[in-house]
């Protein structure tokens, strides 16, 4: 039980891999209940909100929550992903729920939040963005100390160019 709550065990990574899983699925499903058999409808009311092009947005805005879902899930191009339905979860909130008591905006706002907290963190090492696009340590100043990994040396490093000039 005490290595179950030991930091070796519990760690960033794991706790965005379970709420990415959890997220996802959950755009996944709104996406797909829109993109198979209610966009008539979904479209329908976009139009009696004022949306332009309702047909078009309507569309768009079902892809980046089903497809943006499944790339939440996978960690694949998981800030472009998030960015998206980030934008899908402010146009819900400024349109569908203008002037809502917080009791119905909870849960776009609480996804807004999700997705800035998800775009600031990244996918974590448990997905396809850190295995397919795998870059070295960034090089960070922290407590005016510069971490610094081994490719400082290398003739392409952007900190070298810089501070060659």
Known sequence: MKKLFSSQFLN???????LRLWV???FIWHGYSKLFGGMEQFSGWLGQLGVPLPVL?????ALSEFVGGILLILGLFYRIAAFFILFVMIVA????????????????LTFAVTMISFIVFGAG???????WFKKPEQHVAL???IKVNSDFYSPICPVRLLTSL
Do not use: C, W
């Not at 400024?94 to 849960?107: I, M, N, V």
């Open 125 to 131: 090492k448990y997905s396809l963005d850190a295995v």
């Open 24 to 26: 996802g699925a959950m």
């Open 57 to 61: 947005f309507g569309y768009l805005a």
């Open 143 to 145: 407590n005016r100390q």
């Open 93 to 108: 909130l400024t349109t569908a729920h203008a002037g809502d008591p917080l009791s119905k905006t909870e849960k776009p």
């Open 12 to 18: 960033a990574d794991l706790a965005i891999l379970i």
